[in-house]
């Protein structure tokens, strides 16, 4: 069936909006951050899909109309399988429905062997990705939303008058329902890696450079809390705090996701591949002289430099493994990038798919990204299942959408929290490269940390920077 579109009341904050389906089954927010990000552009919103897909370990459980089965194959594969049996022609704009949610770091051993080293106490699935048929997509520059559907799931035409009517009513309400249960923290945050932990494992990390094994490797440490309550509150908290244009939220069965990352991992937009890798932080300061220092120094630091075009020759190698020979490109090397928190360094590379290849083919073969494992990337995740305590989770995984047209946009899952059996923890990590200085290394994973850190002060933490 052709497309049904209904135009919607534009708001500037889209969170009122998705305020409407937040505690709906596997309500997913991919967030621009908008009023306050000034690089946002869409805001797109799902609930309710008509087939899920969840990958614990070895198997994937597949629910749809017909009841519940567990395959073996390989997730990236089972996937693209399920959306082509629904493939559109290209839609107009980003998303007109398809799949919506993560991929987790640990995914990865699902295409490489990995040594079991670290412990595994996130007992979450490694992928979790639902397929829906209608979306909620908002144009910050066009100031116009839509509701959106192809109409994929029989039961939409059915729903669609009271869709419409959902997203139509007063926009003037708030974000967060009265009855809410306010989130709290009823632990002090604490972290896996203090300083003499973090010391021994950069120390271990510089004697494997030294020694010819790798040429970086991204060591991160992670924090944790008791908490209790609404996380959509929290949610609401952290995008007032730390506004970034790949951010999201999700509610999925068991866990929820707040995530406020400020990096693009692979974006497919008829047949176009970008990816944005971050490589190179300093501090935000109050001070205006200062934080334009310290914008100034990163962007002339010859280390950071360095360390940033590292990782754009892997991911120029990631991406050509399906891009068309000769298509790809560095285009923009070492933009300064300023978020509320920090100052980034990004590029861009981009190519053009080949024939043949899909999104689902781009995102499997550049998994993880390079930008937070390292280079060459299996020894370097080899190296860091030896030297983090903990197993990452969805931390350095991907969140996004591959939509039905087969277009995609993924953010890297940095600046994340995932809140789950009572507990929420988020990580923050950097690359270590021959020059790296130790303790500055420790500093920037606390600057990284900063707005979740700052979101849980705002709940009773008083954990902050130990260094």
Same mark, same amino acid.
Request: proline share 5%; aromatic share 10%.
């Given at each position: 069936m052709s497309l049904l579109k209904y135009a919607l009341r534009y708001t500037p904050d889209s969170a009122r909006l998705f305020a409407r389906i937040a505690h709906k089954p596997w309500a997913i927010f991919l967030d621009s951050g908008q009023p306050k990000s000034q690089y946002g552009h869409?805001?797109?919103m799902v609930a309710e899909p008509f087939i899920t897909l969840a990958t614990q370990d070895t198997h994937t459980e597949i629910r749809d109309e017909s009841g519940t089965r567990i395959v073996s194959d390989d997730p990236f594969l089972l996937l693209k399988e399920t959306l082509a049996a629904y493939a559109t022609s290209p839609c107009e704009l980003p998303f007109c429905g398809g799949a919506i949610g993560y991929f987790?770091? *640990?995914?990865?051993?699902?295409?490489?062997?990995?040594?079991?080293?670290? $412990?595994?106490?996130?007992?979450?699935?490694?992928?979790?990705?639902? #397929?829906? *048929? +209608?979306?909620?997509?908002? *144009?910050?520059?066009? %100031?116009?939303? +839509?509701?959106?559907?192809?109409?994929?799931?029989?039961?939409?035409?059915?729903? +669609?008058?009271?869709?419409?009517?959902?997203?139509?009513? *007063?926009? !003037?309400?708030?974000?967060?329902? $009265?009855?809410?249960?306010?989130?709290?923290? #009823? !632990?002090?945050?604490?972290?896996?890696?203090?300083?003499?932990?973090?010391?021994?494992?950069?120390?271990?990390? %510089?004697?494997? #450079? $030294?020694e010819g094994d790798c040429y970086q490797v991204n060591l991160a440490q992670r924090f944790s809390a008791q908490a209790a309550g609404d996380a959509w509150a929290a949610y609401l908290a952290l995008r007032d705090i730390s506004p970034a244009p790949f951010s999201a939220y999700m509610s999925l069965p068991g866990l929820q996701i707040l995530s406020a990352s400020p990096e693009r991992f692979i974006q497919v937009k008829d047949a176009h591949v970008e990816t944005r890798p971050i490589k190179g932080t300093r501090p935000r300061s109050d001070d205006a002289q200062q934080d334009a220092a310290f914008a100034e120094e990163l962007q002339h630091s010859l280390k950071d430099r360095a360390e940033n075009l590292m990782i754009v020759d892997l991911l120029r190698n990631d991406i050509g493994k399906s891009c068309a020979v000769g298509s790809v490109q560095a285009k923009r090397l070492f933009a300064l990038e300023s978020f509320a928190n920090v100052h980034h360094l990004v590029s861009t590379v981009t190519g053009t798919l080949a024939s043949g290849k899909t999104a689902l083919d781009m995102l499997r073969g550049c998994f993880p990204g390079g930008s937070i494992t390292g280079a060459p990337k299996l020894r370097a995740m080899q190296i860091i299942e030896e030297l983090e305590p903990h197993r990452r989770g969805l931390y350095c995984g991907a969140i996004g959408y591959i939509g039905f047209d087969g277009n995609m946009d993924t953010n890297i899952a940095i600046r994340t929290a995932m809140y789950a059996n009572g507990e929420i923890r988020f990580w923050a990590g950097g690359g270590i490269v021959a020059d790296s200085e130790m303790h500055k290394e420790y500093r920037e994973t606390w600057d990284k940390a900063s707005s979740m850190l700052a979101l849980m002060r705002r709940y009773g933490s008083r954990l902050d920077a130990k260094v």
């Amino acid at each position: 069936m052709s497309l049904l579109k209904y135009a919607l009341r534009y708001t500037p904050d889209s969170a009122r909006l998705f305020a409407r389906i937040a505690h709906k089954p596997w309500a997913i927010f991919l967030d621009s951050g908008q009023p306050k990000s000034q690089y946002g552009h869409y805001d797109v919103m799902v609930a309710e899909p008509f087939i899920t897909l969840a990958t614990q370990d070895t198997h994937t459980e597949i629910r749809d109309e017909s009841g519940t089965r567990i395959v073996s194959d390989d997730p990236f594969l089972l996937l693209k399988e399920t959306l082509a049996a629904y493939a559109t022609s290209p839609c107009e704009l980003p998303f007109c429905g398809g799949a919506i949610g993560y991929f987790g770091y *640990d995914l990865a051993r699902q295409l490489e062997h990995l040594p079991a080293l670290a $412990q595994d106490a996130e007992h979450i699935p490694q992928m979790m990705v639902g #397929i829906y *048929d +209608w979306a909620v997509l908002v *144009d910050h520059r066009a %100031k116009r939303a +839509w509701l959106l559907s192809h109409g994929k799931n029989p039961q939409t035409q059915q729903q +669609w008058p009271a869709l419409c009517a959902l997203f139509d009513s *007063d926009l !003037s309400e708030p974000a967060l329902a $009265q009855d809410a249960i306010p989130f709290r923290l #009823i !632990s002090e945050v604490s972290s896996n890696m203090d300083l003499p932990t973090y010391a021994a494992a950069f120390d271990k990390i %510089k004697r494997y #450079i $030294q020694e010819g094994d790798c040429y970086q490797v991204n060591l991160a440490q992670r924090f944790s809390a008791q908490a209790a309550g609404d996380a959509w509150a929290a949610y609401l908290a952290l995008r007032d705090i730390s506004p970034a244009p790949f951010s999201a939220y999700m509610s999925l069965p068991g866990l929820q996701i707040l995530s406020a990352s400020p990096e693009r991992f692979i974006q497919v937009k008829d047949a176009h591949v970008e990816t944005r890798p971050i490589k190179g932080t300093r501090p935000r300061s109050d001070d205006a002289q200062q934080d334009a220092a310290f914008a100034e120094e990163l962007q002339h630091s010859l280390k950071d430099r360095a360390e940033n075009l590292m990782i754009v020759d892997l991911l120029r190698n990631d991406i050509g493994k399906s891009c068309a020979v000769g298509s790809v490109q560095a285009k923009r090397l070492f933009a300064l990038e300023s978020f509320a928190n920090v100052h980034h360094l990004v590029s861009t590379v981009t190519g053009t798919l080949a024939s043949g290849k899909t999104a689902l083919d781009m995102l499997r073969g550049c998994f993880p990204g390079g930008s937070i494992t390292g280079a060459p990337k299996l020894r370097a995740m080899q190296i860091i299942e030896e030297l983090e305590p903990h197993r990452r989770g969805l931390y350095c995984g991907a969140i996004g959408y591959i939509g039905f047209d087969g277009n995609m946009d993924t953010n890297i899952a940095i600046r994340t929290a995932m809140y789950a059996n009572g507990e929420i923890r988020f990580w923050a990590g950097g690359g270590i490269v021959a020059d790296s200085e130790m303790h500055k290394e420790y500093r920037e994973t606390w600057d990284k940390a900063s707005s979740m850190l700052a979101l849980m002060r705002r709940y009773g933490s008083r954990l902050d920077a130990k260094v």
